[in-house]
């Protein structure tokens, strides 16, 4: 069944006669009895009773008239849709992130887009990890996603903060100086997260600069992390923006040797985006995440 068919029913319906249905399909008039003729052999019945006043709908060709404009109406919009998301009149931007980011830093900057293009919708879609992030942006199921550097050459990427992970210890503990050794966090046995891909750069950092540590990682929440250190249970080793919000009395260092996540906004190096997509795209690589992540510290 195709398109041209069910528009020639509908004209002939409308107009009643094959010869002024051509004229407004702007085909010939054998095309036209061409259409409806193998239409109505694939269907099995005949949609028209020809005469020598027009064409005139059989019961079976006035139900089948029906749903054939139904499908022209929904092809109509799905046309109007899509000429919606090429603009920035409407569209659909999905960017993929890890829980730090997407909590505390992607809704102040969707907020700012969307004060300017209030028709586009942005959802964010949360990860547990970079690696998810980038599964989401292979798969299509994002288009813009927020990972870690380096990353491989199928993205191309824009650096937008680096985030240092920062030694947390309890309220009680006790610290000789202003800087902190390995042996001080040492004491409290600290916790890691669990070595997801996006938790080895620390725990690899580790095992050359502090190989006699006695680490735990068997948790995944960092608030929970948060909590036991806040508790005086443990000490604990995040990144900053991950640890946020820090309760007050838990005591905060940067490590010994240092270490941050360098985070970068990515997108498939050959992705196809509508409009909507590249604007938002444009407003993260400007947008100032270093200012946002301070004030949330």
Same mark, same amino acid.
């Given at each position: 069944?195709?398109?041209?068919?069910?528009?020639?029913?509908?004209?002939?319906?409308?107009?009643?006669?094959?010869?002024?249905?051509?004229?407004?399909?702007?085909? #010939?008039?054998?095309?036209? #009895?061409?259409?409806?003729?193998?239409?109505?052999?694939?269907?099995?019945?005949?949609?028209?009773?020809?005469?020598?006043?027009?064409?005139?709908?059989?019961?079976?060709?006035?139900?089948?008239?029906?749903?054939?404009?139904?499908?022209?109406?929904?092809?109509?919009?799905?046309?109007?849709?899509?000429?919606?998301?090429?603009?920035?009149?409407?569209?659909?931007?999905?960017?993929?992130? +890890?829980?730090?980011?997407?909590?505390?830093?992607?809704?102040?900057?969707?907020?700012? +887009?969307?004060?300017?293009?209030?028709?586009?919708?942005?959802?964010?879609?949360? !990860?547990? #990890?970079?690696?998810?992030?980038?599964? !989401?942006?292979?798969?299509? /199921?994002?288009?813009?996603?927020?990972?870690?550097?380096?990353?491989?050459?199928? +993205?191309?990427?824009?650096?937008?903060?680096?985030?240092?992970?920062?030694?947390?210890?309890?309220?009680?503990?006790?610290?000789?100086?202003?800087?902190?050794?390995?042996?001080?966090?040492?004491?409290?046995?600290?916790?890691?997260?669990?070595?997801?891909?996006?938790? /080895?750069?620390?725990?690899?950092?580790?095992?050359?600069?502090?190989?006699?540590?006695?680490?735990? #990682?068997?948790?995944?929440?960092?608030?929970?992390?948060?909590?036991?250190?806040?508790?005086?249970?443990?000490?604990?080793?995040?990144?900053?923006?991950?640890?946020?919000?820090?309760?007050?009395?838990?005591?905060?260092?940067?490590?010994?040797?240092?270490?941050?996540?360098?985070?970068?906004?990515?997108?498939?190096?050959?992705?196809?985006?509508?409009?909507?997509?590249?604007?938002?795209?444009?407003?993260?690589?400007?947008?100032?995440?270093?200012?946002?992540?301070?004030?949330?510290?």
């Amino acid at each position: 069944m195709k398109l041209s068919q069910l528009r020639a029913v509908v004209a002939v319906a409308d107009c009643g006669n094959f010869s002024e249905a051509a004229l407004e399909l702007q085909l #010939s008039q054998p095309a036209i #009895s061409h259409a409806i003729a193998t239409l109505e052999e694939e269907l099995g019945v005949p949609l028209f009773a020809r005469g020598r006043h027009g064409a005139v709908l059989t019961p079976a060709g006035e139900r089948i008239l029906y749903h054939a404009r139904q499908s022209l109406q929904h092809l109509e919009m799905m046309q109007k849709e899509a000429n919606l998301h090429k603009g920035l009149h409407g569209g659909h931007v999905r960017i993929a992130a +890890f829980r730090s980011v997407a909590t505390h830093l992607l809704p102040k900057a969707i907020a700012q +887009f969307h004060d300017q293009f209030p028709e586009v919708a942005v959802t964010i879609i949360e !990860c547990l #990890s970079y690696i998810e992030v980038e599964q !989401c942006l292979r798969e299509g /199921r994002a288009d813009i996603g927020i990972t870690y550097l380096p990353t491989s050459d199928e +993205f191309e990427v824009w650096e937008i903060i680096r985030d240092e992970y920062v030694a947390l210890l309890p309220p009680n503990a006790k610290v000789s100086s202003s800087t902190i050794t390995w042996e001080d966090i040492a004491v409290y046995s600290p916790v890691l997260l669990s070595c997801l891909p996006c938790g /080895r750069p620390l725990h690899n950092h580790l095992k050359m600069v502090a190989n006699f540590m006695n680490t735990i #990682s068997n948790i995944q929440e960092d608030s929970t992390v948060v909590s036991l250190v806040n508790q005086g249970l443990r000490a604990a080793i995040l990144p900053r923006l991950a640890a946020v919000p820090i309760p007050q009395n838990v005591q905060v260092y940067s490590l010994p040797i240092p270490l941050e996540r360098v985070m970068a906004v990515a997108v498939l190096s050959n992705g196809l985006h509508i409009p909507a997509v590249f604007t938002f795209l444009e407003m993260l690589k400007k947008f100032d995440f270093y200012t946002l992540a301070k004030s949330t510290y």
